[in-house]
């Protein structure tokens, strides 16, 4: 096709797109917040087919040769009609994960705080009955630990050790890895033990109390106590907490095949995995902040236990806050 004939077939439809660009860029001018209307609402143009449109024609204008200012025209309209389509789209998913992070997602685990309860009483459980029966039974740690894998994390946990929690030969970097594969592992389990009736979320809570409390407990007995709170008092609060979240969806995806009402089993698990996906989405992005935290600021010996104690105070004073008001009304 000759680009004369290209042209009159077809520019019409360029001349209106640009038209809405034109309209749509003042609109956006007068009033900023109009950037999170959808693109399409503006009449007359069928806005993202139009942008196909000057998509696919610029990609045969380029395959055929047409002179250059014909390509750099249809260049500058798709160029515009992408930046306003997805850009408003980007600003749009900004907007809600900020407004999400802000006020849904603690107002989602206050709705679920029965599973949140029941998780955080299967996990802290045993570790506090651990740490206790440990001071009292120091040897019952071999029922539980490996002797080499306790000599490992005596060695972590020694005062003389310049990066706590680390040997000599880890890299921050590479455990910053290391942490969030084993953080998302654990969450990932806990939550989808909840498909086999809630008995798999329970044996893994169960089980991550199990061994944290034997292991703090040992530590505590071993008089590495500072060393081993120093480390983890940073990181606890957004770790621990995500477990009992993952904990929490997975209890809800078991309960809802054990007692699904009025509902069919997979009906009851769709719509109990549709109100836990997002708090799945939220407990991943404390998992994502402990290992960080855990990474690069636990080891680090810089500053005195009793510092790092008030820091890590103070981080699960905010998480319990947060969860506790945050995007609860102003009328409640």
Known sequence: MRQAVFEARYGLDWNR???WLDHDERRRKRAPNAALEPAHALPDVDVPQAYRRICQHLALARDRQYSPELVDRLNRLALRGHH??????ARRGAARSLEFLVA???RLVRAERGFVIAAACLFFGPVLALIAALQAHPDFIYYLVDPVQLARFQEMYDPANKRLGMREADDNVAMFGFYIFNNVRIGFQTFAGGLVFGVGTILYLLYNGVFIGAITGHII????ATPFFSFTSGHSAFELGAICLSGAAGLKLGYALV???LLRRSAALRKAAAEAVPLVVGLAGMLLLAAAIEA???PRTFLPPAVKYAIGGALWLLVVLYFSFAGRDRAA
């Open 104 to 106: 849904g997602f603690p």
């Open 84 to 89: 306003l389509l997805y850009g408003a789209r």
């Open 17 to 19: 797109f640009e038209q």
């Open 259 to 261: 007692a699904p009402g």
């Open 221 to 224: 007995h071993s008089g590495l």
């Open 296 to 298: 690069f600021w636990s």
